[in-house]
C-alpha cells in the first residue's frame, strides 16, 4: 500500500500533494511501468484523506499520461514509463545534474531549463509507434533539406492558428536547434555582415555570431525593447530581436516600435530582421503577443523558433521561417545537404502537432509553470517581507526580474546567496561588455524548482540577505 505524508496545514490542495509523490514516484523508478494502484476507496483509508481526493490525483495523472486506466481493473502505470532503479539514492535536493555547481549550491535559480516532468512520455511513445508502423522503411530515408513535408505543415498550421503568423509550408526549414539555425542564418546573409543584437541579451548569441566570423554591435534598449534610433546610427544591416518577451529584461515591444524596425529594414537592400520566438507560448495574464512577422510585408523578417522550451531541449528541433528570397538562396546553395533532424523524431512531432497534443501539453505546461511563478511570488513575498525589493517582469516566461533595495550590491546578493547554498543570476551579466546596473536585479528562473524548492531557497535567501551589507559605505553607494 502506497504511503506518502500528506500536510493538511500546507497551502498545497491534498491532492496536488498526492500527485506530486505519486508522479515522483513513478518517474524514480519505485513505482515500476505495469504496476497496479490502489484503489481510490483504499488509499484514502490509508491515507486519511478523502476519495474525491484520490480521485482527483488520479485524473491529473491519467490525464498527463502516467496512468492508465481499465474498465474494472483500476489504475496502473504506463509500461513504456519504466524507470531502472538507480544503483545509489540520488542527494536531494540538488541542482540540475546537466548543470550541477561547483560551489555546493542546492537550488538554482537557472533559466535555460524546464521541468521533464512535464514532457508527455505516453502520448509521445504512443505516436512515435504509430510513426513506425505507418512510415515504416521510409523513415531510414533521407528527407527533403528542409524537413518532412508534414512536420513543415502542421507548423505552418500553427503558426497561422496561434502566432497570426500566414506562411506557407515552402517556406520553414527545419533544424536541429537554435544554435545550428543561427549559423545557417549567418551562412545565407553573409559573414560580411554587421550583425546588432540586444543588448543585455543572450550572451551565448554573441559567442555563435563571433565563432562564425560575424561583426556584432550591441544595441542598447529601453522600455519599448531595442531602440529604433541607436539602431539607424549602427552600422548593421541585420539585427536580432526577441520582440515578444525580451530577454531577459522581459520587455514586449509595442507596435510602434515594431514598425519603426520594419520600417529601417525596408529603407535599404539586404536589411533584415531575425525574430526569436523563444517562449511565446508561456504568457499568463493574456493571449501570446502575436509575433512581428505578421506585420512584415517586403520579406525582411527571418522566423526563428524551437521546441526546447515547449517541449525539450534535448529533443534538438526548430525551424525558420524564411522570406522568399532566403529560402531560394538556401535550396540553391544547400540542397545537396540532408535535414539535421531524424525523420523519425520529426514524423513523430508531426503527429503530435496534427492530433492536438502539442496544444493541450502546452496548456498544461503554462499551468504548472504558472502555479511555479505564483508559489515564487508568494514565497518573495513571505519570506522577504521587511526587506525592501520589487518584482517585475512576472507576467510571461519562466524567469522573472528581482530588484532588491536593501543596500547590497548585486555581486554581493549573488555571493551571499551562494553561501547558504542558492544560485542567483545578476542581471549584469548579460550585457556586453558587464555593466553595473543602476539598481541591483536578479534575474530569478523557476521551470527547474518545485513548490517546496522554490518556498525552502527563499528561506535561504531570507538568511543570506537579511543583513547589514557589508560596510556602510559600500551599502550608500
Known amino acids: 500500500m502506497l504511503t506518502y505524508h500528506l500536510d493538511p496545514h500546507s497551502a498545497t490542495p491534498l491532492y496536488e500533494q498526492l500527485y506530486r509523490a505519486v508522479r515522483a514516484d513513478i518517474m524514480s523508478g519505485a513505482l515500476a511501468g505495469g504496476d497496479r494502484l490502489p484503489s481510490k476507496r483504499k488509499l484514502a483509508a490509508n491515507l486519511h484523506v478523502s476519495q474525491i481526493t484520490v480521485e482527483t490525483a488520479y485524473g491529473q495523472l491519467l490525464a498527463e499520461g502516467y496512468l492508465a486506466s481499465e474498465p474494472r481493473r483500476g489504475y496502473f502505470v504506463q509500461p513504456q514509463l519504466a524507470v531502472p532503479s538507480p544503483a545509489a539514492p540520488a542527494p536531494a535536493p540538488s541542482a540540475p545534474a546537466d548543470h550541477a555547481p561547483?560551489?555546493?549550491?542546492?537550488?538554482?535559480?537557472?533559466?535555460?531549463?524546464?521541468?521533464?516532468?512535464?514532457?508527455?512520455?505516453?502520448t509521445w511513445a504512443r505516436l512515435s509507434r504509430s510513426v513506425l508502423s505507418e512510415y515504416s522503411d521510409r523513415l531510414l530515408r533521407s528527407t527533403d533539406p528542409c524537413g518532412a513535408v508534414e512536420l513543415r505543415q502542421q507548423i505552418a498550421r500553427y503558426l497561422r492558428d496561434c502566432r497570426g503568423l500566414g506562411v506557407s509550408p515552402d517556406n520553414i526549414l527545419v533544424g536541429a536547434g537554435s544554435e545550428y539555425l543561427?549559423?545557417?542564418?549567418?551562412?545565407?546573409?553573409?559573414?560580411?555582415?554587421?550583425?546588432?543584437?540586444?543588448?543585455?541579451g543572450y550572451r551565448k548569441l554573441y559567442q555563435i555570431f563571433q565563432a562564425n566570423g560575424a561583426a556584432v554591435r550591441p544595441l542598447p534598449l529601453d522600455k519599448r525593447g531595442l531602440r529604433a534610433d541607436e539602431l539607424a546610427k549602427s552600422d548593421a544591416s541585420v539585427v536580432y530581436l526577441t520582440p515578444s518577451h525580451h530577454f531577459p529584461?522581459?520587455?514586449?515591444?509595442?507596435?510602434?516600435?515594431?514598425?519603426?524596425?520594419l520600417r529601417w529594414a525596408s529603407a535599404a537592400p539586404r536589411r533584415y530582421v531575425i525574430e526569436d520566438d523563444y517562449d511565446s507560448e508561456f504568457r499568463y495574464a493574456s493571449r501570446p503577443i502575436p509575433a512581428l512577422g505578421e506585420l512584415d510585408r517586403a520579406g525582411r523578417v527571418v522566423y526563428v523558433n524551437t521546441f526546447a522550451k515547449s517541449l525539450a531541449p534535448g529533443l534538438r528541433i526548430g525551424y525558420l521561417v524564411l522570406p522568399d528570397a532566403l529560402m531560394a538562396r538556401y535550396r540553391a546553395r544547400f540542397s545537396l545537404?540532408?535535414?539535421?533532424?531524424?525523420?523519425?523524431?520529426?514524423?513523430?512531432?508531426?503527429?503530435?502537432?496534427?492530433?492536438?497534443?502539442?496544444?493541450?501539453?502546452?496548456?498544461?505546461?503554462?499551468?504548472?509553470?504558472?502555479?511555479?511563478?505564483?508559489?515564487?511570488?508568494?514565497?518573495?513575498?513571505?519570506?522577504?517581507?521587511?526587506?525592501?525589493?520589487?518584482?517585475?517582469?512576472?507576467?510571461?516566461?519562466?524567469?522573472?526580474?528581482?530588484?532588491?533595495?536593501?543596500?547590497m550590491r548585486e555581486r554581493e546578493l549573488v555571493d551571499r546567496a551562494?553561501?547558504?547554498?542558492?544560485?542567483?543570476?545578476?542581471?549584469?551579466?548579460y550585457y556586453t561588455p558587464p555593466v553595473t546596473p543602476p539598481r541591483a536585479t536578479l534575474v530569478l528562473g523557476y521551470a527547474g524548482l518545485t513548490g517546496a524548492q522554490i518556498d525552502e531557497a527563499c528561506a535561504l535567501l531570507r538568511q543570506a540577505w537579511d543583513a547589514a551589507p557589508s560596510g556602510t559605505a559600500e551599502g550608500a553607494k
Open 102 to 122: 561547483d560551489d555546493g549550491c542546492r537550488y538554482d535559480f537557472r533559466t535555460n531549463i524546464v521541468d521533464n516532468g512535464c514532457f508527455p512520455f505516453a
Open 182 to 200: 543561427m549559423q545557417l542564418v549567418i551562412q545565407l546573409l553573409g559573414r560580411d555582415r554587421v550583425y546588432g543584437l540586444e543588448n543585455p
Open 249 to 261: 529584461l522581459g520587455t514586449v515591444m509595442p507596435a510602434q516600435r515594431r514598425l519603426e524596425i
Open 337 to 407: 545537404y540532408s535535414s539535421t533532424v531524424p525523420s523519425f523524431d520529426q514524423h513523430t512531432l508531426a503527429a503530435f502537432l496534427r492530433t492536438g497534443a502539442f496544444e493541450r501539453h502546452i496548456n498544461r505546461s503554462r499551468k504548472v509553470y504558472q502555479a511555479r511563478r505564483d508559489a515564487l511570488l508568494a514565497a518573495l513575498a513571505r519570506e522577504l517581507d521587511g526587506l525592501p525589493y520589487e518584482v517585475s517582469r512576472a507576467e510571461a516566461g519562466l524567469h522573472l526580474l528581482l530588484h532588491m533595495r536593501n543596500g
Open 418 to 429: 551562494a553561501a547558504v547554498g542558492v544560485r542567483v543570476y545578476g542581471l549584469s551579466a
